[in-house]
């Protein structure tokens, strides 16, 4: 017997239900004279009531409910399940386990695991109880696999380039990059844009050239905005996903509408009284859609001379006369999912200063995103400036700075260091929640299984971490070029994995100091070297607390820039397992002209050291001899 808030459709009332599967009977508990039967069609709940002669709809998901945690009393951890009362199943999602369920006396759960073969005993933790001592359950998503992949595809470029790269485009990708954490970014294009924006945002694209048709059923695509239009079906059509016109900046996921074959949201009229249509701007599909297959073969009536009366004839209004025969197919989001405000007020709403922001926020603020009418907007988008985005609060810069902000990607090894490992691991969690960290990314260098099950363990409970598992242990150097290889952060902040972090805002202060194009590499205190000329090298004192710059910055902790990669700065393979590695990239950045720079390790990371020093001597002595080669005639004697 399952307890449910329901709300019914036809009527303005909620209540519980009282569910009974078994013989698909229900009553309302406010009114247990009012009995029931219901059947269940595309996850709504249509009951006939056995008092009236009629019939009524409720909303209905899953029987799946989510009890907010589960403590386990024959072990240490704690989790989210899944259960569903009815057939005594729990499902873990973070674990992939499932399980059956019997309950005991003292609302303790009897689990078997159909993995690990035995019993579990098991609390159960935030129930809300009523007055009436019904429970209430809160109801979420089904189970399910996504029927859209988390593709996202830009088009853009069908006219040549003769301006670089605006920093609202560069805004519109990473948004949706940081948002949606695609799992692969599609840009497709004619001609490659340029500049430092495109520099910055071409290492999170796959780049796919496209030569637009000319022609379309023997119809003349003369605009380039007609080819654009063709293009962006073909390719939601071959690959399924999400399309974005690159004139948006994204608010919020869209997961939650990859469960649906295709969406798509209305368009308003000047009057916002009715829907003029459905935008093609921002739409999700999964593959081979049959609505995406019919829409592109409404282009056997195309007409057009280019910018005339016939402009959104298949743009906007043929998807909206198309989508009477899926109704039951596609999702159509209203106005404010994706074009609210609309182009005639855009300028007064999202790029004036003088508007009551909060009052427009908690507005907009629900939307997937904002589509920027750059038609429109663009004698402020072109013109725009990171310090004016920075500094100056309209709406459009609130929203879209975070963008703009660098993202950190954490990178480390490991090696059967379970313990240090699980420590470090678990103060770098603190941070998930900052929005400047993009990921976790840890390269496991073929630990024991206990280790390597722990970190599967916090893989699938944590979206942002990341594990690469190799099959053998390479060493340091080799496993950390494939990190650095891997990384997607515009940051990389490289830690051995015995580097516990003691202060949150260390990410925050890194990315201040590196705002600075002067810093190369920063580091933490700790048997660092100030001035150095091999043979005569200076040691910093560990307890100092003042800040210094250095030569060396030790590889417990190497933060850099990721763009220090497009003028050299690499790994140098030649080191092999171990040692050396570190201080060669610290040369790199001096010779690149850039400061190294180290702050309070104190403070911000504990280093146990020490944790990796088998055959010492003979490798680092071969690989001291290959650096002082590699150098002696480079690198500065002095600190700058």
């Not at 951890?77 to 259960?83: N, R």
């Not at 089904?142 to 830009?154: A, E, M, Q």
């Not at 840890?442 to 944590?462: A, G």
């Not at 950390?480 to 805002?505: P, V």
Request: hydrophobic letters at 35%; charged letters at 25%; one cysteine or more.
């Amino acid at each position: 017997m399952l307890n449910n808030k329901i709300k019914i459709i036809n009527t303005d009332w909620t209540d519980f239900i009282i569910l009974n599967f078994d013989n698909l009977s229900l009553y309302r508990v406010t009114k247990k004279d009012d009995k029931a039967t219901f059947t269940i069609k595309n996850n709504i709940l249509i009951i006939k009531w056995l008092n009236w002669n009629e019939e009524y709809f409720a909303e209905y998901n899953d029987l799946f409910y989510k009890l907010n945690k589960i403590n386990f009393i024959t072990d240490t951890w704690e989790d989210i399940c899944y259960i569903d009362y009815n057939n005594n199943f729990v499902y873990r999602p973070n674990e992939n386990q499932k399980g059956i369920m019997s309950i005991l006396k003292n609302n303790t759960y009897h689990i078997t695991w159909n993995i690990l073969k035995k019993n579990f005993l098991s609390n159960i933790l935030n129930i809300k109880i009523k007055k009436n001592n019904e429970i209430e359950l809160e109801k979420i998503e089904p189970l399910s696999n996504y029927i859209i992949p988390n593709f996202i595809h830009f088009v853009y470029g069908f006219k040549k380039q003769d301006k670089e790269f605006d920093l609202y485009k560069y805004l519109a990708i990473k948004s949706a990059i940081d948002v949606n954490n695609p799992d692969k970014v599609y840009f497709h294009y004619k001609y490659e844009p340029f500049g430092k924006y495109w520099n910055m945002i071409k290492p999170y694209l796959t780049l796919e050239y496209v030569e637009p048709a000319s022609e379309i059923y023997g119809n003349s695509l003369l605009h380039y905005a007609h080819q654009a239009d063709v293009t962006r079906l073909q390719k939601l059509q071959k690959y399924g996903g999400i399309y974005l016109d690159i004139d948006t900046i994204c608010l919020k996921s869209f997961n939650d509408l990859r469960k649906y074959d295709f969406v798509i949201g209305a368009q308003g009229n000047k009057n916002n009284s009715e829907i003029y249509g459905l935008c093609n701007a921002v739409m999700l599909s999964k593959p081979n859609c049959e609505f995406v297959i019919e829409w592109i073969d409404t282009y056997t009536t195309f007409r057009s001379t280019g910018r005339d009366e016939y402009w959104d004839e298949h743009s906007v209004l043929m998807p909206l006369k198309l989508s009477y025969k899926y109704s039951n197919k596609i999702k159509i989001l209203d106005n404010n999912a994706f074009y609210n405000p609309l182009w005639y007020n855009i300028n007064e709403i999202l790029f004036n200063k003088d508007i009551n922001i909060d009052e427009y926020k908690k507005i907009i603020n629900n939307n997937y995103c904002i589509h920027l009418w750059d038609t429109y907007s663009n004698e402020y988008l072109s013109n725009l400036t990171e310090d004016y985005l920075l500094n100056e609060n309209t709406l459009y810069n609130i929203f879209a700075r975070k963008f703009i902000r660098n993202k950190i990607s954490i990178v480390f090894l490991t090696f059967n260091r379970l313990e240090t490992t699980k420590e470090c691991l678990e103060s770098y969690l603190k941070c998930l929640n900052n929005d400047n960290i993009l990921e976790i990314l840890i390269f496991d260098n073929n630990s024991d299984n206990e280790t390597k099950n722990f970190l599967i363990h916090y893989e699938r409970k944590h979206n942002k971490i990341k594990i690469i598992f190799n099959k053998e242990n390479i060493g340091v150097c080799p496993g950390r070029i494939q990190l650095f290889k891997e990384a997607k952060g515009d940051i990389i902040c490289s830690l051995d994995s015995d580097a516990k972090l003691l202060d949150e805002s260390f990410f925050n202060y890194i990315i201040e100091k590196l705002y600075d194009e002067k810093y190369g590499i920063i580091g933490i205190s700790g048997a660092y070297i100030k001035s150095w000329t091999f043979g005569n090298q200076e040691d910093i004192n560990n307890e100092d607390d003042s800040e210094y710059y250095c030569h060396h910055i030790s590889g417990c902790c190497q933060i850099f820039r990721r763009d220090l990669f497009d003028v050299g700065f690499k790994l140098d393979e030649n080191y092999g397992f171990f040692w050396c590695e570190d201080t060669d990239l610290s040369f790199q950045s001096l010779y690149l002209n850039k400061i190294n720079y180290r702050i309070n390790g104190k403070k911000y990371i504990n280093h146990k050291w020490g944790g990796s020093g088998s055959n010492y001597n003979e490798l680092f002595l071969k690989n001291w001899d290959y650096l002082k080669n590699k150098w002696k005639n480079k690198i500065l004697k002095d600190v700058r």
